[in-house]
């Protein structure tokens, strides 16, 4: 997306294509499996890409080409692949990239389910190293001459560590390797982490893009700057030809439909209208966040995760990489887990959910939930106790969210 516009306009009307015949302002739902055609000489084209066309939604669908058009436009990229889950597109970004043998960089602290994929990951040979905080020092320490990606989150989920991805795009960079960042809870709304030198963008569509949780999906776009060693890449070496889209067209046109990770159409439709008001929920969720973090830190007995609070560690890089914004979701110690499910408990508003981003807002304690199945250095790094409480902030009115929260703080002392 051109810079001419703010970013609703933008997304309203240049992100999103126009028209997608007979005058439809949205695209249809290409609820189908596969497309019929009059001849097989033409169905033959389309299979050896020498003419445009579907053949089967597993390969291509243009309810997701739709979608994928639009968050490609936002996120300024060269090009998006939708995929089935925000796990589909982390798993298929590394695994287009590592060979058994072949090491990633990653902060600690990541979203449970990545880290968890990356332990799958050891069993093929992919192995991960951690930096505990992910950054220029921690990279150029960690890269060797097996390193193939450094991957780490734009604001982590739930330690709530903000990624300078300057400074670590350009130790990725230094060590000839893709810095992939997972931009699912900053949103193209809150920063284009291409325009700070990342290479891949990867989000879970189900949590913000989509915003109403009615949809799993995930995807991946690339920014297409990056020139491709394929000596050390050689897991994208067959498809070299396409230079600096070796990587997207690896995965569009192979391993992206061998895994067979694709969004469903609906999913995409649903996902695709949901992103239409990204820019207005997450300014209005952000802004509750902010209050809602600022009336907790009040309470002397609790104790606030927020990055955009001043004081917090991450204050700087919020102003300096998000407009000032900390993001949706904030965190808060209660003292102890009993404390920590009463208060849960006792919310009127807040819904107890395993998810992230919607217009609700969501509370959990993650240690009995997300983290369950984690190690303990995993789950401190995460910055999870047993005493947290993670809330994702939803677009209810301000008042009456400070009110539930702070009521249940109140009411939970002894
Ligand atoms: N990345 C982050 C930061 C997440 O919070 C999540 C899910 O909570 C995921 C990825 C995985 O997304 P999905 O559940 O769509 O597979």
Same mark, same amino acid.
């Given at each position: 997306?051109?810079?001419?516009?703010?970013?609703?306009?933008?997304?309203?009307?240049?992100?999103?294509?126009?028209?997608?015949?007979?005058?439809?302002?949205?695209?249809?739902? !290409?609820?189908?499996?596969?497309?019929?055609?009059? &001849?097989?000489?033409?169905?033959?084209?389309?299979?050896?890409?020498?003419?445009?066309?579907?053949?089967?939604?597993?390969?291509?669908?243009?309810?997701?080409?739709?979608?994928?058009?639009?968050?490609?436009?936002?996120?300024?990229?060269?090009?998006?692949?939708?995929?089935?889950?925000?796990?589909?597109?982390?798993?298929?970004?590394?695994?287009?990239?590592?060979? &058994?043998?072949?090491?990633?960089?990653?902060?600690?602290?990541?979203?449970?389910?990545?880290?968890?994929?990356?332990?799958?990951?050891?069993?093929?040979?992919?192995?991960?190293?951690?930096?505990?905080?992910?950054?220029?020092?921690?990279?150029?320490?960690?890269?060797?001459?097996?390193?193939?990606?450094?991957?780490?989150?734009?604001?982590?989920?739930?330690?709530?560590?903000?990624?300078?991805?300057?400074?670590?795009?350009?130790?990725?960079?230094?060590?000839?390797?893709?810095?992939?960042?997972? !931009?699912?809870?900053?949103?193209?709304?809150?920063?284009?982490?291409?325009?700070?030198?990342?290479?891949?963008?990867?989000?879970?569509?189900?949590?913000?893009?989509?915003?109403?949780?009615?949809?799993?999906?995930?995807?991946?776009?690339?920014?297409?700057?990056?020139?491709?060693?394929?000596?050390?890449?050689?897991?994208?070496?067959?498809?070299?030809?396409?230079?600096?889209?070796?990587?997207?067209?690896?995965?569009?046109?192979?391993?992206?439909?061998?895994?067979?990770?694709?969004?469903?159409?609906?999913?995409?439709?649903?996902?695709?209208?949901?992103?239409?008001?990204?820019?207005?929920?997450?300014?209005?969720?952000?802004?509750?966040?902010?209050?809602?973090?600022?009336?907790?830190?009040?309470?002397?007995?609790?104790?606030?995760?927020?990055?955009?609070?001043?004081?917090?560690?991450?204050? &700087?890089?919020?102003?300096?990489?998000?407009?000032?914004?900390?993001?949706?979701?904030?965190?808060?110690?209660?003292?102890?887990?009993?404390?920590?499910?009463?208060?849960?408990?006792?919310?009127?508003?807040?819904?107890?959910?395993?998810?992230?981003?919607?217009?609700?807002?969501?509370?959990?304690?993650?240690?009995?939930?997300?983290?369950?199945? &984690?190690?303990?250095? !995993?789950?401190?790094?995460?910055?999870?106790?047993?005493?947290?409480?993670?809330?994702?902030?939803?677009?209810?009115?301000?008042?009456?969210?400070?009110?539930?929260?702070?009521?249940?703080?109140?009411? !939970?002392?002894?």
């Amino acid at each position: 997306m051109e810079n001419k516009c703010r970013f609703n306009t933008g997304l309203l009307h240049e992100a999103s294509p126009k028209e997608f015949g007979n005058r439809q302002i949205l695209p249809p739902i !290409s609820q189908v499996t596969a497309f019929g055609y009059e &001849s097989m000489e033409e169905l033959e084209k389309v299979f050896s890409h020498k003419s445009m066309g579907y053949a089967y939604t597993r390969i291509g669908n243009p309810t997701l080409a739709a979608f994928e058009q639009k968050i490609n436009a936002l996120e300024g990229g060269i090009g998006a692949i939708s995929c089935s889950s925000g796990m589909a597109a982390i798993s298929s970004s590394l695994l287009a990239l590592c060979e &058994s043998g072949d090491e990633i960089i990653a902060g600690r602290g990541l979203y449970g389910g990545t880290i968890d994929l990356l332990r799958d990951l050891e069993k093929l040979g992919i192995h991960t190293v951690y930096a505990d905080v992910l950054d220029g020092d921690s990279i150029r320490r960690l890269a060797t001459e097996r390193t193939r990606a450094v991957f780490g989150e734009v604001i982590s989920n739930p330690a709530l560590n903000i990624l300078d991805i300057r400074e670590a795009a350009s130790a990725a960079h230094e060590a000839g390797v893709p810095l992939i960042v997972d !931009s699912t809870t900053a949103t193209p709304y809150l920063i284009r982490p291409f325009e700070y030198g990342a290479d891949i963008v990867v989000h879970s569509t189900s949590k913000y893009i989509n915003g109403g949780g009615n949809s799993i999906g995930g995807i991946i776009i690339d920014g297409g700057k990056l020139d491709w060693n394929f000596e050390k890449h050689s897991a994208l070496s067959d498809h070299k030809k396409y230079r600096k889209m070796a990587f997207l067209l690896k995965l569009r046109t192979d391993l992206w439909e061998n895994l067979g990770g694709c969004m469903s159409p609906m999913n995409a439709y649903l996902t695709y209208i949901g992103a239409d008001t990204l820019g207005l929920r997450m300014q209005h969720i952000c802004e509750n966040a902010d209050a809602l973090a600022r009336a907790l830190s009040e309470e002397e007995d609790i104790s606030v995760n927020y990055p955009a609070l001043p004081g917090n560690p991450n204050h &700087s890089l919020a102003k300096s990489q998000l407009g000032g914004h900390g993001g949706g979701i904030l965190t808060f110690r209660a003292g102890s887990k009993e404390r920590a499910f009463a208060i849960i408990n006792s919310l009127k508003y807040a819904l107890i959910a395993s998810n992230i981003g919607d217009i609700r807002t969501l509370v959990i304690h993650p240690l009995s939930t997300l983290y369950i199945n &984690s190690d303990e250095e !995993s789950t401190e790094a995460a910055g999870v106790f047993d005493d947290l409480i993670r809330v994702s902030v939803g677009i209810e009115d301000r008042e009456d969210l400070i009110d539930d929260f702070l009521g249940a703080v109140r009411g !939970s002392r002894k």
